[in-house]
């Protein structure tokens, strides 16, 4: 899986400073974490549906 290749998306709660910030890519079933500072190093791939809850329990506990 190359980088490159994918459409990569930046959270809009990223400050834009250059830092703490990660981008993701959606899979078909599976979804493509990286920093986005350092695009070429290694990336995380989670089920999809794992990426969901998490986003969901990050949802609700922290910006609820």
């Known amino acids: 899986m190359g980088g490159d290749d994918l459409q990569w998306i930046k ?6 400073s250059g830092t703490e910030c990660v981008e993701i890519a959606r899979l078909s ?24 809850v998490f986003i969901g329990a990050v949802r609700e506990n922290c910006l609820g």
């Not at 959270?11 to 834009?16: D, W």
């Open 29 to 52: 079933a599976r979804t493509a974490i990286r920093d986005s500072k350092d695009p070429v190093a290694r990336q995380l791939v989670v089920p999809a549906q794992a990426w969901g």
């Open 11 to 16: 959270s809009s709660y990223s400050g834009g």
